[in-house]
């Protein structure tokens, strides 16, 4: 079964910082997507980065980049510049078809 | 576009009585709805999926006639708890699929908490 792993209950940045957040997952699989989301104190879950699992090509959005290492079942993500409104839980997802896991979730705090 | 609603966002009821909980996708067809459960401080566990006129399937686990899931049309899913406990206490969240989207993508509800008192 897949598994997803985040080691990181909770990491802390100093704003305009940069800090990187793990995941490792287990899966036979080789064609998925891994996704990084965010939620808020309001607990919507929003959407911050997706890769593609047949890219080899690591995924960047604006401040937020990961590194995916699929041969080590590892996807970082490394938010630069971190601001503020960046504090948030940030949970790990692998999706394969109709299925979606997420992680533990790492609690991310930023210090003015 | 791709924005997910659920009602209500916040709902108290009495030990015993059934609750049902609505999730719509607003602007876009959905072909699959996910309905997870969130308890403090941990992650989404998903508890069933469900597809558009067909019977939701329920991961290991989740009481299939505890949580009713009905998928009656593209825009709607309700999740009913039916003779809620003290322990169905959560925060409920709902994901859509976009018909017209990539198979990939899912867009989530903004959750219900539910309180059983």
């Known amino acids: 079964a897949q598994t997803v792993t985040q080691s990181q209950p909770e990491m802390s940045v100093q704003e305009a910082e940069t800090v990187t957040l793990s995941c490792t997952y287990d899966?036979?699989?080789?064609?998925?997507?891994l996704f990084w989301y965010k939620q808020p104190p309001s607990r919507q879950m929003i959407l911050v980065i997706r890769q593609e699992a047949y890219k080899q090509q690591n995924a960047t959005e604006n401040r937020f980049s990961v590194n995916f290492q699929k041969a080590a079942k590892s996807f970082s993500l490394k938010i630069s510049d971190s601001q503020l409104g960046d504090a948030a839980m940030y949970f790990c997802?692998?999706?394969?078809?109709?299925?979606?896991?997420f992680g533990t979730g790492t609690r991310l705090k930023v210090l003015a | 576009g791709a924005v997910v609603s659920q009602h209500p966002s916040w709902v108290i009821c009495k030990s015993g009585t059934s609750v049902k909980i609505e999730c719509r996708s607003l602007?876009?067809?959905?072909?699959?709805m996910f309905w997870y459960r969130q308890f403090p401080k941990q992650s989404l566990m998903l508890m069933a999926t469900?597809?558009?006129?067909?019977?939701?399937?329920?991961e290991q686990g989740v009481e299939k006639d505890k949580f009713l899931i009905n998928h009656a049309s593209l825009t709607l899913s309700t999740l009913t708890v039916t003779s809620a406990h003290p322990e169905d206490s959560s925060f409920y969240i709902c994901?859509?699929?976009?018909?017209?989207?990539?198979?990939?993508?899912?867009?989530f509800g903004p959750g219900t908490r539910l309180t059983v008192l």
């Open positions: 899966t036979s699989e080789s064609d998925y997507y």
């Open positions: 469900s597809n558009e006129g067909s019977k939701a399937t329920y």
């Open positions: 994901s859509a699929r976009a018909r017209d989207r990539g198979l990939n993508e899912q867009f």
């Open positions: 602007d876009f067809q959905a072909t699959t």
């Open positions: 997802a692998y999706h394969r078809t109709y299925k979606y896991i």
